[in-house]
């Protein structure tokens, strides 16, 4: 949390949204609340997300399409929703590095899931890897993406390690 108090927004993939309904808050720790930030290409998000529940500034990029259809005013009427349009694939990452800059935001938190993870890679989009490793497995679920972590700085945190590693876009 306190990572999050320190930026200015933090990205979510749509999946997570929709699986785990994250608050992508700092209220654990005193300080700014980041702006959330995700790409739903339907805007088939249902609205009783924590994403949407108005106590911060929210946006949402989706495809021409989706802001071209009837559910696009319903998201409108969310209080503190931004809806922004971004182009869908590849271009995406660069597109939104690009347009949050122009938004005034310079520093995004990716916590996103494997999806979400490789596009920010594959893109190179990105200047800084922090990686936590730790003790105990947690089962079943997607593998994380694989990264080279031979040139990051190591960490240990109680019972994990914490690898952070700067990467020139």
Known sequence: HRWRSELEAIYVGANSILRDNPRLDARCWNGHKPIRVTYDQDLSLPRDRHFFDGTVRTILYTSPTAVASRKASQFQRIEGLELAIAPEGP????????NLYTRGISSLLVEGGRQTLEGFLTSNCYNELRVFVGSHPLGSGLAAPQVDLSSAMRYTIDDSLLFIQQHDC
């Open 91 to 98: 271009l995406f990452y660069t597109y939104l590095a690009h």
